[in-house]
């Protein structure tokens, strides 16, 4: 399930990653919403078939479900792990797209 931040900044997204969970943002039409997403989720998302071109049906504490696209992902070079995504919500006109369900 992909979390909302109530508290931001550097620290906080650190302690995040120590346990095991992406710093992100989904940005639309609304104001921005500062999110968490389980690592191994967001790993198995994007090495799928559509890979980093995936549509994404990013499901919100609350159970709201927002059909977006990865915006930005950024990698630690070192670790190789995941240190950040930004997701851009959209409209969907066409069910016919490959989607990929991020929980």
Do not use: W
């Not at 549509?55 to 915006?71: F, R």
């Amino acid at each position: 399930m992909v979390q909302n931040r109530a508290i931001l900044g550097s620290a906080e997204s650190r302690r995040l990653r120590r346990q095991g969970l992406i710093p992100g943002v989904l940005y639309g039409k609304e104001s921005p919403v500062a999110i968490s997403i389980p690592e191994r989720d967001l790993r198995t998302v994007l090495t799928g078939a559509s890979g980093l071109n995936a549509v994404l049906d990013v499901v919100v504490e609350g159970g709201n479900t927002h059909s977006s696209v990865l915006k930005e992902y950024q990698l630690d070079k070192v670790r190789g792990t995941s240190r950040m995504s930004t997701c851009r919500k959209f409209a969907s006109t066409s069910r016919s797209t490959p989607r990929s369900r991020c929980t």
